[in-house]
């Protein structure tokens, strides 16, 4: 529940414990602090790294509520790491949040923004078509490159 004014400023190092806590609420996974894509501390102190002003954290009075990660290459956004706290969802925080990243990467020149959805997560991909995104035609690729480094 909000009880507070919600705003949206950029992270500070002083949330680290309050950002893990919600991350570790909203993304159980992280719980698997050996996968280094899934260590919290390893994704905020990579984040701090490139461009930290796209890093955005959600208040409500003195309480983080909210998050997401932006970034942009110079040839299109990405955004991860949206996250809202159990007891403040449906208040429209995740909407702001995606709106904030989205108008700073804009500012930046940036044309279009990318993120991903595991297949499976079907109510987060309904939250993202009703903000205008839209499934591209596309297959997404990866690879491990902390495995291709430890073999090096």
Known sequence: ???????????DAADTDAVIALWLEAFPEYGDTSRPQRNPHLSIKNKLTTQPELFFVAVAGARIVGTVMAGYDG????MYSLAVDFACRRHGIGTRLVRHAEAALAARGCPKVNLQVLSVKADIRGFYE???????DVVSLGKRLDLVCDAG
């Open 1 to 11: 529940m909000i009880d507070a004014p919600l705003s949206i400023r950029a992270f």
């Open 75 to 78: 040839h299109r956004g990405w």
């Open 130 to 136: 009703a903000l205008g995104y839209r499934v591209d």
